[in-house]
């Protein structure tokens, strides 16, 4: 019997696309709005090194699975971070052209990474599931409310929802690795605490060290605006906030939310193929 949990009719394997966006990257690609355009940048910014990390902590426990079906689907989940920590980059790299000092952002983050490396492997692999319930969350939240991207360049949209629908693919990889090899309950809620904290706390900085360059970090109306969008209506996070946490409970598992229609709908409609095995 699998230990996967991965459910039928769901692969996980990487899609080869590049997405040249380095254009939309000059301006205020989401509507023309500072606020929107500068959290899913800030967002963006941790996902090279972040995803990066994801892999390592997998990649520590992956001789340890014996189960064919899992063993398949890190390999699927590895592929498939890799890609999009290199898109990111490139998302990233693009950045610059705007003035953003980017290199900066870029090393205060990896100090934290820096950190999380040298953490015991069961201390790195509970971060992982706490970071990846955090993408899978937001994900299903830009598959299922498409009007969230509403006003974003065409090319823009569509690599936020390549992202989204294999972040959702494999929600439960990392997960299902932890709870093969180490299977801590507790350990898994206390990790969790730590990854919310660093979450929102380097989602924040990005944002403002954004908004600051483009002048707009002490504008109320910007604020107003980005509070309304995240807290208010449309309420990005206000409304993820039962999803996020769903993760304390006993028992969580990710495909406790089953959104495999959101994946086949928004695979439809960008025009991309499922995953091959």
């Known amino acids: 019997m699998t230990i996967s949990s991965t459910p039928e009719g769901v692969s996980v394997a990487p899609r080869h696309l590049h997405f040249d966006i380095a254009d939309d990257l000059k301006t205020l690609w989401h509507g023309n709005d500072a606020f929107r355009t500068a959290f899913f940048n800030a967002l963006s910014l941790q996902f090279p090194d972040g995803e990066q990390q994801f892999i390592n902590a997998v990649r520590l426990y992956r001789d340890k699975v014996d189960d064919p079906k899992l063993k398949e689907e890190i390999r699927g989940f590895i592929g498939q971070e890799a890609l999009h920590s290199r898109e990111h980059k490139h998302y990233n790299e693009a950045l610059k052209a705007r003035g953003y000092n980017i290199d900066a952002i870029d090393e205060r983050f990896r100090r934290h990474m820096a950190w999380v490396s040298n953490l015991p ?157």
């Open 121 to 277: 492997p069961s201390r790195q692999l509970a971060g992982t599931c706490g970071a990846e319930h955090y993408t899978a969350v937001l994900a299903n939240a830009i598959l299922r409310h498409p009007e969230w991207m509403e006003g974003a360049t065409p090319d823009m949209e569509k690599l936020w929802r390549w992202h989204a629908i294999e972040e959702t693919e494999h929600k439960s990889v990392a997960f299902d690795v932890y709870r093969h090899c180490v299977g801590n309950e507790r350990l898994r809620r206390i990790v969790f605490l730590f990854v919310t904290w660093n979450f929102f706390k380097y989602t924040f900085l990005n944002t403002c060290s954004l908004l600051k360059t483009d002048g707009k970090l002490w504008n109320l109306g910007t604020w107003i605006g980005g509070i309304n969008f995240l807290w208010g209506k449309p309420g990005v996070l206000r409304k993820c906030m039962p999803d996020f946490l769903a993760y304390f409970r006993e028992g969580f598992h990710p495909w406790q939310q089953d959104n495999r229609e959101l994946i086949e709908k928004n695979l439809n409609e960008l025009e991309l193929k499922p995953s091959a095995r």
